[in-house]
């Protein structure tokens, strides 16, 4: 099992998420919950597409985290 990094942007009427150890693997939802299952059932297709083509699966390389700053 891997665990990729996914990043979750709200928009105003859904929310969307991007892998960035797979590019182009991306889902939409309405909700952050519905965005979830659809990127995860993206991540499982996208591989299994790399994998069809012969391609190598990208090793989980990026990592994301939040930094607190102060705003005047």
């Given at each position: 099992m891997k665990e990729y990094t996914?990043?979750?942007e709200?928009?105003?009427r859904n929310?969307?998420?991007?892998?960035?150890?797979?590019?182009?693997?991306i889902a939409t939802g309405k909700t952050r919950?519905?965005?979830e299952q659809q990127i995860r059932e993206a991540i499982?297709?996208?591989?299994?597409?790399l994998k069809a083509?012969?391609?190598e699966v990208p090793e989980p390389?990026?990592?994301a985290?939040?930094?607190s700053v102060s705003v005047d």
């Open positions: 996914v990043i979750y709200a928009g105003t929310w969307s998420a991007y892998v960035p150890d797979l590019p182009g693997c919950s519905m965005v499982e297709f996208h591989i299994e597409g083509r012969g391609e390389s990026i990592e985290g939040c930094v």
